[in-house]
């Protein structure tokens, strides 16, 4: 491993099928906040379980976590 992760204060992880870097030791609440999503309007997948939404501000989010974010579109004609 690298300085530039683990030293540095950030975790290396995989965002729908992409590496990315976020800071270290945030719940999944806020790494969903810090990528740009409305908490409100994704699904979540945490290392292949589909997270209750009341579950992702204790659920911390470690290197190499694997995360599948849906987005919920509404709509209709």
């Known amino acids: 491993m690298s300085e530039e992760h683990g030293a540095s204060g950030s975790h290396r992880i995989q965002l729908n099928g ?9 719940p999944l609440l806020e790494v969903l906040r810090h990528f740009g999503y409305e908490p409100r309007l994704v699904v979540v997948e945490f290392n292949g379980d589909i ?3 009341t579950a ?11 995360l599948e974010v849906v987005t919920i579109v ?3 004609s």
Not at 56 to 66: K, L, P, R, S, T
Request: with cysteine; aromatic share 4%.
């Open 51 to 53: 997270l209750p939404r």
């Open 18 to 26: 992409e590496a990315r870097t976020c800071p270290a030791h945030l």
């Open 56 to 66: 992702w501000a204790q659920q911390a989010v470690g290197e190499d976590a694997v």
């Open 74 to 76: 509404g709509g209709g």
